[in-house]
Structure formats: structure tokens, C-alpha cells
């Protein structure tokens, strides 16, 4: 079956680290992946989208990995502060398995703390 | 721009009920997805709307449906509510095309009494 997973509930670490997070997958060809924070009782929030022919993306502290033939994403964030401290989501979009249509299968998401 | 609005914010159904949330797009994306949040299953889509058509369903039982409306606009139906279905219901808007990022809303927190 298809499945999505994200290291760990929860990730503790301290501010000014940096925070790695995984996301693994099985049985799927994605040809994008996306990572989202999500704030408790609030919508996800995009952050950042890979396409499966880039092997880096970055945008200011966070940086994202895409290994296809690993079938994993890394997401990190540098220079980690308290405001980080989110849960966050990688999500795939299979668009192309689907035939058409635009739906984005998310991972069980990683609850990220940052102490000060 | 004005962000994705979910109306209700929050909502208390009795069992058998049935329920319709509503869902307004960004200015200019045609297509609209909904997503069921559970604790325990976490984020799982439920359909997708493109132009007033439905392009994509997630697997949900029939009770679920949707629909979207020639301003793009989108409503949810359940019918028959069931105690499992109290979760937080998301809609998601974006441009419907293959990569694009989606724009969510605050959603709506239905609870089934």
C-alpha cells in the first residue's frame, strides 16, 4: 500500500540548532514534493516545493532534499528558533499516478519544539 | 490578496444529522480540495473540485460530497453524521495545475455529539 512517513511525533532541540526532519516514502513516483508547517488549530502553510529532477532547494534558513531513488525528503532548518516550533508536513503530489487532478497525500507530519 | 475563507469556524452536530460547509476560494484559482484531519489519521483528502467539475476523490464514504459553484466557491455536504466524522475539515485552494502550491484555510472544527 501507499504510505508517507515522517521521522518521529516529535523533534526537541535546541535554538540555534538545526532541525532535520525525513519524510519516506513506498510505492509512489512523485513528481513534486512539498513541505508545510502547521500551527495548532490553524491551516497548513506552504513552504517549500521541490520538483523530482532538483536535488536542493532552499529559501533563506530552510533548505530541502529530494532523492528519488531513496524515495526520502530532508527538510532543514538552520539557525532554529522557538518560532520554528510547529508541526510540519511533507506532502506529494500525485498528479501524474492520478491521472489528472491536483491531490497532495500528506505525511504524518513531525511536531518540531525548539527550547530555548 | 484575501486568503482562503472556511465558514463555519465551528460547528456541533448531533448523530443522523446532516452538515454543509462552505468554502471561498483566492481570487482566481479554480481548484478547490478538502481535506478530513483527524488526530488519528491526520491529513487525508477527501475530493477536488476544478471548474465546477470533480476531478479527484479521495476514499470516503458516500455520505461525503461536494460541490463548486461558477464563482469557484465550494460546499461540503455530510449526510448521516457519524461520530468518527467529528475532525477538522480543511479546503485548499490553488491553481489546479500539477505543483502548485496550495493555499489552506483556517477550517472548521466539526464536532458530533
Known amino acids: 500500500s501507499q504510505k508517507i512517513e515522517q521521522n518521529s511525533e516529535a523533534l526537541n532541540i535546541q535554538e540555534g540548532k538545526t532541525a532535520t526532519l525525513t519524510c519516506n516514502y513506498t510505492n509512489y513516483s512523485p513528481a513534486y514534493l512539498q513541505w508545510y508547517r502547521q500551527d495548532p488549530g490553524r491551516g497548513p502553510v506552504f513552504l517549500l516545493l521541490?520538483?523530482?529532477?532538483?536535488k536542493e532547494k532552499r529559501k533563506e534558513r530552510l533548505k530541502v532534499t529530494f532523492d528519488t531513488t531513496l524515495k526520502q525528503s530532508l527538510f532543514h532548518i538552520t539557525a532554529s528558533q522557538p518560532a520554528d516550533s510547529a508541526t510540519y508536513l511533507c506532502?506529494?503530489?500525485?498528479?501524474?499516478?492520478?491521472?489528472?487532478?491536483?491531490?497532495?497525500?500528506f505525511g504524518t507530519g513531525t511536531q518540531l519544539k525548539v527550547e530555548l | 490578496k484575501a486568503g482562503v475563507t472556511q465558514t463555519p469556524r465551528y460547528l456541533i452536530k448531533t448523530r443522523g444529522q446532516q452538515v454543509t460547509l462552505s468554502c471561498s476560494p483566492i481570487s482566481g484559482h479554480r481548484s478547490v480540495s478538502w481535506y478530513q484531519q483527524t488526530p488519528g489519521q491526520g491529513l487525508q483528502f477527501l475530493f477536488e473540485y476544478f471548474s465546477e467539475t470533480q476531478r479527484n476523490k479521495g476514499n470516503f464514504p458516500g455520505r461525503f460530497s461536494g460541490r463548486q459553484f461558477s464563482n469557484s466557491r465550494s460546499e461540503m455536504n455530510v449526510s448521516t453524521l457519524e461520530l468518527g466524522d467529528s475532525a477538522l475539515y480543511l479546503c485548499?485552494?490553488?491553481?489546479?495545475?500539477?505543483?502548485?502550491?496550495?493555499?489552506f484555510g483556517q477550517g472548521t472544527r466539526l464536532t458530533v455529539v
Open positions: 506532502a506529494l503530489d500525485i498528479w501524474v499516478l492520478t491521472g489528472g487532478g491536483n491531490k497532495l497525500t
Open positions: 485548499a485552494s490553488s491553481f489546479g495545475v500539477e505543483g502548485a502550491e496550495a493555499f
Open positions: 521541490i520538483r523530482e529532477n532538483e
